[in-house]
């Protein structure tokens, strides 16, 4: 499986952007796919999940609730993530991730290669 970031830019605060990660090859392996970022010098850090074993489930950073909106496709092969009143401070590389079968806990299985979200203040 690979992953395919993409949707980054320079916006000002206040505005949106709408991320995407498409994945390609065997996608029927997946069952969660993942939003992550790292700003600069910053450790990378959870934003949000969607998690479609057993019933579609999403889950949110506590900075991202209520901003940030994670969904798929109908075949779960692109993961989306439409981010709205974008503050100076969400700046960063937003990385995709996605895990494969089996469920278990642990890390993510496959990484996109991020695309670049500039927010000026």
């Known amino acids: 499986v690979q992953l395919q970031a993409s949707g980054g830019g320079s916006v000002q605060a206040g505005d949106s952007l709408r991320l995407s990660c498409k994945a390609s090859?065997?996608?029927?392996?997946?069952?969660?796919m993942a939003w992550f970022r790292q700003a600069p010098g910053k450790e990378r850090e959870f934003v949000a999940r969607?998690?479609?074993?057993?019933?579609?489930?999403?889950s949110y950073a506590p900075f991202a609730a209520g901003r940030f909106t994670i969904s798929t496709d109908d075949d779960k092969s692109t993961a989306y993530l439409q981010t709205d009143s974008l503050k100076y401070e969400d700046t960063a590389v937003y990385y995709c991730?996605?895990?494969?079968?089996?469920?278990?806990?642990?890390?993510?299985?496959?990484w996109g290669q991020g695309t670049l979200v500039t927010v000026s203040s």
């Open positions: 991730a996605a895990k494969k079968y089996p469920v278990r806990t642990g890390d993510y299985d496959y």
């Open positions: 969607v998690n479609w074993n057993g019933g579609e489930m999403t």
């Open positions: 090859g065997r996608t029927s392996l997946l069952y969660v």
